[in-house]
Nanobody, 126 residues
């Protein structure tokens, strides 16, 4: 049974930092990433990272988080991290871990997701 378990959400002041983690179990995925959904808005892509041939292939980000968020991956234990710096109130959302068998992040960015985590809430106060 596949599971994606997120952790690391919470309340932080604007300008602060948080680190999200997502541990996958049950199978290995070529691409893992993060989406978020703010109240009243659609779920949107945040960041993704692909692995091919046992090493990191490519990472991509939504324009709104480039330069502030960094995605990384521990291939040994199938865990993906999202380091979020310089947080803004508009980053407030439920953040969902995503996993896909697709080889490239571009596919996930376009909505190709095989499994979702349950989500972790990030609240940024002004």
């Amino acid at each position: 049974q596949v599971q994606l378990v997120e952790s690391g959400g919470g309340l932080v002041q604007a300008g602060g930092s948080l680190r999200l983690s997502c541990a996958a179990s049950g199978r290995t995925f070529k691409t893992m990433g993060w989406f978020r959904q703010a109240p009243g808005k659609e779920r949107e892509f945040v960041a993704g990272i692909s692995r091919i041939g046992g090493r990191i292939n490519y990472a991509d980000y939504a324009d709104s988080v480039k330069g502030r968020f960094t995605i990384s991956r521990d291939n040994g234990n199938d865990t993906v991290y999202l380091q979020m710096n310089s947080l803004k109130p508009e980053d407030t959302a439920v953040y969902y871990c995503a996993a896909s068998g697709a080889a490239m992040v571009t596919a996930m960015k376009g909505g190709t997701v095989d499994y979702w985590g349950k989500g972790t809430l990030v609240t940024v106060s002004s």
